[in-house]
């Protein structure tokens, strides 16, 4: 039987989610192995060193590098706060006194007799790294981090904005087709996950935001409005560390397009259920898609894990077209044509036939698809 290799969207009623919980420099692990977790448990701690200050104490006191001891008021290493005298000069008559003030709230990291210079650096940044997912501590690495591991329903979207989030499903619209408008949107959503169906309408979207929902999830959405949300035209560089409050995830793309129908099927089955999303997305190499992660309660051991195989598509697979003139659309793997060919471009590659939902039977590129993993 024929088969073609192609990107995997991931839509798992059961599988095991495994997360690396890893700090951005050495710091402190708080959990031991085996240890059960929270979403929002801390499970590793560290202090990313701030910025510098410089202060050029000899020309503000008009002496010589190596006189810079003799008129210090502060040692390295001792805390300073802002605009408290660091240094000052002795003259014989007072009014002729120049002091240096430190401009910032912090410590004296340096004192050179070379330079005259005075390095001040302001107070660490305390990180602290939570779990994201409801599990279990299966590894630890010393002063790094940690792998949570959990028994979950899995769902991965094609477009998200926004970092890491956990709260209750909500769903919000009755069929994968209905649009998410703000009057379904209420003040009692604060802190939700909200399970749009097809086009998440712009005002909708500024609704989440003002009533401070968690998450907005839904099919499809204008593409405009992103920068229009934003204040930039996003790129092609990895999204997920916008300034953002409300993760937003995108099932299927841009535009209106309904939901999936198992997708929406199985995230309005989980509704109630607390969920770790995250809206981080990188198209190009390394893909990352934005995720639901709901876990299950259960034992990950109890659970079997769904491996990805490699060669991928086959006859009677479900695919997402992801290419004009079907873009977003669903359909089931009808033929795979073992030999390339010709196309409108006149290029020569191999190809599928993919039958949509109305009957319709379209041929496709092999790589303008993706899998629907399940």
């Known amino acids: 039987m024929a088969h073609a290799y192609t990107p995997g969207l991931q839509v798992m009623t059961e599988t095991v989610v495994r997360k690396l919980r890893l700090l951005p420099i050495a710091g402190e692990v708080l959990v031991r192995l085996g240890d059960s977790v929270k979403a929002d448990t801390v499970v590793a701690q560290t202090k990313l060193p701030s910025d510098v200050a410089t202060v050029n104490v000899v020309n503000l006191l008009g002496i010589t590098p190596g006189e810079i001891a003799d008129y210090m008021t502060k040692s390295e290493g ?68 940690v792998v949570v591991e959990t028994a979950a329903t ?47 309408e712009w005002s909708a979207l500024q609704k989440a935001i003002e009533v401070g929902a968690a998450a907005v999830i839904g099919g499809g959405m204008h593409s405009q409005y992103i920068k229009q949300w934003l204040g930039y035209e996003l790129g092609v560089a990895i999204t997920g560390d916008e300034d953002v409050n ?37 198209i190009r190499a390394g893909v990352m898609r934005p995720e639901v992660i709901i876990p299950l309660g259960k034992d990950a051991s109890s659970v079997a894990v769904v491996q990805k195989v490699e060669g991928g598509v086959k006859s009677g697979d479900e695919v997402r077209i992801i290419r004009e003139p079907y873009f977003g659309r669903l359909g089931r793997v009808k033929n795979l044509t073992p030999q390339p060919v010709k196309i409108e471009t006149e290029a020569k590659v191999r190809v599928m036939e993919v039958e949509l939902p109305d009957g319709e039977t379209v041929t ?11």
């Open 246 to 282: 409300t993760t937003l995830i995108l099932t299927e793309g841009f535009g209106q397009i309904a939901m999936a129908h198992r997708t929406f099927d199985l995230l309005k089955s989980c509704e109630g259920k607390q969920a770790s999303i995250s809206g981080r997305t990188q």
């Open 364 to 374: 496709i590129p092999r790589a303008n698809v993706e899998l629907i993993e399940a």
């Open 154 to 200: 899995f769902v991965q979207g094609i477009f998200g904005i926004g970092g890491e989030r956990v709260g209750p499903l909500v769903a919000l619209c009755a069929a994968p087709d209905d649009p998410l408008t703000p009057d379904k949107i209420q003040p009692e959503h604060a802190g939700k996950v909200l399970v749009g169906g097809g086009l998440v």
């Open 78 to 145: 001792d805390p300073v706060e802002e605009g408290e005298v660091i240094a000052e000069n002795k003259p014989w008559i007072k009014w002729f006194k120049t002091q240096v003030k430190s401009p910032i709230k912090g410590t004296v990291e340096s004192i050179s007799k070379v330079t005259g210079q005075v390095l001040l650096r302001k107070p660490p940044r305390h990180i602290q790294l939570e779990a994201y997912i409801e599990g279990k501590v299966i590894e630890v690495m010393e002063s790094a981090g």
